[in-house]
């Protein structure tokens, strides 16, 4: 079984895709076995109370030094020892440490087709304001290994999703989670967890 943590900072829309898609078998061979966030009142938590799940967590604001905040990241995420972290939706700039620690282990959910708007600065609803500023007509959300960089490690998966005339951020946003980011990434766990990415030259592939 891949143990599997969730790191989240918000609603948690992408947790509860994880948590349903493990209940009715399109995940398996996995078990989620704690959430991590950054905000004390994410809804994110109340969902993995409700399933039971051990949640726990650190706050920027309750350490003096970000040095401090970093270690106590890496001791949470340590104490469950987890096969793979999934960022979903955790809007904190990871300690480079726990990057390296977890290379190839960890995995982020990303509202766009990188490498279009994304790295710093483009997060939540800022993503899908840029991409209807552009007039795109399509968009989409990627599933990748976390780097050392912004957004920048080996795409696994990608989905994507009409942007519509008229359409606002919110309305996108939906769309965006709804089509894209809440089925590829329960998918990208399940490939993980049956053995089933190949790297190859700095990419990553899902094989057979
Ligand atoms: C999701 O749209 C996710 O793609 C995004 O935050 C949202 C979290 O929603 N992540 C990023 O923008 C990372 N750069 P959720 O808490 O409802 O899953």
């Not at 967590?57 to 020892?81: H, I, T, W």
């Not at 995995?107 to 304001?129: M, R, T």
């Not at 894209?180 to 899902?206: C, H, M, S, T, Y």
């Amino acid at each position: 079984m891949l143990r599997v943590v969730v790191m989240v900072s918000g609603g948690g829309t992408n947790l509860q895709a994880i948590l349903d898609a493990v209940k009715d078998g399109k995940i398996t061979n996995t078990e989620i076995v704690g959430v991590i966030s950054n905000k004390k009142y994410a809804y994110a938590l109340t969902r993995a109370k409700q399933a039971g799940l051990p949640a726990v967590c650190v706050s920027v604001g309750d350490y003096a030094q970000r040095e401090d905040f970093n270690r106590a990241l890496q001791k949470a995420v340590d104490s469950f020892a987890p096969d793979l972290v999934v960022l979903a939706g955790f809007l904190v700039i990871l300690p480079e440490e726990l990057v390296k620690n977890y290379k190839n282990r960890m995995i982020n959910i990303h509202p766009a087709l990188l490498p279009s708007f994304g790295g710093k600065g483009y997060y939540g609803l800022k993503v899908h304001e840029e991409v209807l500023a552009r007039g795109c007509k399509v968009t989409g959300a990627t599933v990748h290994f976390v780097d050392g960089g912004c957004d920048s490690g080996p795409i696994l998966l990608q989905k994507a999703v009409e942007v519509k005339h008229g359409d606002t951020k919110e309305v996108l946003q939906q769309r965006v989670m709804e089509e894209a980011e809440w089925k590829i990434l329960p998918q990208a766990i399940d490939l993980i967890a049956n053995g089933r990415v190949v790297f190859e030259d700095g990419r990553a592939f899902a094989g057979e």
